[in-house]
């Protein structure tokens, strides 16, 4: 049985089958992350996480880039593209990115003259 924490390449043809962040944006299904611990589940836009993360990743590779809001640990996270009825629409919370903002810190050295 495979590993479920994806540690690597696979070769290019199974890679190429994984699916993507835009084939699940293409699809309409959901990102469901949940935190196996916390027993948190939060559901994503697949076109919000590709434009804070500036790229297109397959779900194995999503695993590590999210962190739990209660217990922040990144080792327990279980992420999966979820297509979702229209019994199961109803109430649902979808987190969406409404802004980006980058900080910006000085980085100062001490220079002997």
């Given amino acids: 049985?495979?590993?479920?924490i994806y540690?690597?390449?696979a070769h290019p043809y199974r890679e190429n089958q994984i699916p993507t962040?835009?084939?699940?944006e293409s699809k309409r299904q959901f990102v469901k992350v949940r935190c196996t611990p916390c027993k948190i589940t939060r559901?994503?836009?697949?076109l919000d996480i590709e434009r804070l993360l500036q790229e297109n990743l397959h779900v194995l590779n999503l695993q590590r880039k999210f962190r739990c809001d209660r217990c922040g640990s990144k080792?327990?996270?279980?992420v999966?593209?979820?297509?979702?009825?229209a019994a199961e629409m109803v109430g649902l919370v979808v987190r969406e990115l409404v802004d980006v903002k980058t900080v910006r810190r000085p980085v100062w050295r001490d220079r002997k003259m």
Avoid: C, N
């Avoid at 962040?21 to 699940?24: F, K, R, V």
């Avoid at 559901?43 to 697949?46: D, H, I, K, N």
């Avoid at 080792?75 to 279980?78: F, I, K, Q, S």
């Fill in 1 to 4: 049985m495979p590993s479920v």
């Fill in 7 to 9: 540690k690597g390449k």
């Fill in 21 to 24: 962040l835009s084939d699940a």
């Fill in 43 to 46: 559901y994503f836009r697949p």
């Fill in 75 to 78: 080792d327990h996270m279980v």
């Fill in 80 to 85: 999966e593209f979820r297509t979702l009825v």
